[in-house]
């Protein structure tokens, strides 16, 4: 089956701490992966993409993650994170081909003073 | 750039009202526009996919005679719930696919809430 597996609901952390958001997807699922956000009431925003080259891809506001095959993850990380890194984080992949995204069910980032 | 925008962002109607969600990309062309419908707590449940000049394709399950989607140009998609009705009272989405790999662009949604 397709599917985006985000192994996390709830991810507290403190502030300046570092984080990682964990995305696993499988393997019929194609290696076009995304990492969203989408803060209380408002649309996603994309944090960044891999489509192809580097295994490392860095994003928007000082998040990074990295494509690993071998297995099948594309976790999120940020050094340090921010109050106003709270929200919702989804990860996302095509299925058949680029015209349907497959979404996680969502990691809620919860960071606390 | 790829700008999304999505109107309106809140909106209340009486249950056997229609509604109108405009989905506009501002600075790119969209072959293909995305709605979605996201319950509280949920991840995104696509509803269908809206192609521009030809008929949306609806996920199984979506009514489509209820959700009516129109993409009459390549920079405006809308949805129209008609016949609301409280269970229709949701938080719906659109994307607009940009380029050839259709990276999908989200605007800021849509709160309907139905009474």
């Known amino acids: 089956a397709q599917s985006v597996t985000q192994l996390d609901s709830q991810v507290p952390v403190f502030e300046e701490a570092p984080v990682e958001l964990r995305c696993n997807y499988s393997?019929?699922?194609?290696?076009?992966l995304f990492w969203y956000v989408q803060y209380p009431n408002q649309g996603l925003q994309l944090l960044l993409k891999y489509l192809s080259g580097s295994t490392l891809v860095k994003g928007i506001n000082g998040f990074e993650a990295e494509f690993n095959k071998s297995q099948t993850s594309f976790h999120l990380r940020k050094p340090s994170v921010h109050i106003s890194d709270t929200a919702e984080y989804f990860c996302a992949g095509f299925s058949g081909g680029y015209n349907k995204l497959i979404f996680g069910a969502g990691t809620r980032l919860a960071v606390h003073p | 750039g790829a700008v999304v925008s999505q109107h309106p962002s809140r909106v209340i109607c009486k249950s056997g009202t229609s509604v109108k969600i405009e989905c506009r990309s501002l600075d790119f062309q969209a072959t293909t526009m995305f709605w979605y419908r996201q319950f509280p707590k949920k991840s995104l449940m696509l509803m269908a996919t809206s192609n521009e000049g030809s008929k949306a394709t609806y996920e199984q399950g979506v009514e489509k005679d209820k959700f009516l989607i129109n993409h009459a140009s390549l920079t405006l998609s809308t949805l129209t719930v008609t016949s609301a009705h409280p269970e229709d009272s949701s938080f719906y989405i659109c994307?607009?696919?940009?380029?050839?790999?259709?990276?999908?662009?989200f605007g800021a949604g849509t709160r309907l809430s139905v009474l």
């Open positions: 994307s607009a696919g940009q380029g050839a790999k259709n990276i999908q662009y």
């Open positions: 393997s019929s699922v194609s290696v076009y």
